[in-house]
């Protein structure tokens, strides 16, 4: 187990908690990382896009001109995929699949990689708890300026109706549940803010 600073809601350290070291405290595995990131982004593609191939698109069936004589090459259809207007000749489907496949193992051992490098870097936070009295930006904005988070990924064992309301307006921060964390999120955010409960939730999922 290691040691991390347990931070209240005015950024100040007030004691310390227990984080599994197999979660925050691993060797960073940049080629693993970036499979993970690249898998991530290609699974949230959606094979909507569609070409045409030489059968499909609407152009003439004649002959352009005639096969001998002229001095040019030879043609038979201006659909020709060689031809500007053409079909394509490798069309995309739109059932087309992008998705990648990332083993369980290596996923959990990504994200503690990537956990552990935030550690290292100081851009993971962790709070007691992250509350509001009622669904108002202002109370959660101010409560971000407080602890100096401008740009922030918020992970708290449970959002409530309040906490939901209050983040939702904030552009630069974002307000997670453990399950829903991914590592695009964890890369792109300058900090990342856990709360005492979360730490539990994520030594359950990664380590």
């Given at each position: 187990m290691m040691e991390l600073e347990l931070l209240n809601e005015q950024g100040q350290a007030t004691a310390t908690v227990q984080a599994p070291e197999t979660v925050f405290g691993r060797d960073?595995?940049?080629?693993?990382?970036?499979?993970?990131?690249?898998?991530y982004q290609?699974?949230?593609r959606q094979g909507t896009r569609a070409q045409k191939d030489r059968s499909q698109v609407r152009m003439s069936g004649r002959k352009p001109w005639r096969q001998k004589g002229t001095g040019r090459a030879r043609a038979g259809a201006a659909s020709s995929p060689l031809w500007r207007g053409g079909g394509k000749i490798f069309p995309a489907s739109p059932d087309?699949?992008?998705?990648h496949k990332i083993n369980r193992k290596m996923y959990r051992a990504g994200m503690a990689s990537i956990l552990s490098q935030?550690?290292?870097?100081?851009?993971l936070q962790v709070i007691e708890s992250l509350t509001v009295d009622a669904p108002k930006t202002r109370q959660l904005a101010a409560?971000?300026?407080a602890m100096s988070l401008d740009s922030a990924l918020v992970v708290v064992e449970e959002v409530d109706e309040n906490l939901f309301l209050a983040?939702?307006?904030?552009a630069r921060v974002l307000v997670i549940e453990p399950r829903y964390v991914n590592p695009v999120s964890l890369v792109n955010?300058?900090?990342v803010v856990?709360?005492?409960?979360?730490?539990?939730k994520l030594k359950e999922m990664f380590a």
């Open positions: 960073y595995n940049e080629a693993l990382v970036h499979q993970l990131v690249v898998a290609a699974n949230a087309q699949n992008f998705s935030l550690v290292r870097e100081g851009r409560k971000l300026k983040s939702r307006n904030l955010f300058k900090k856990v709360t005492q409960g979360a730490i539990a």
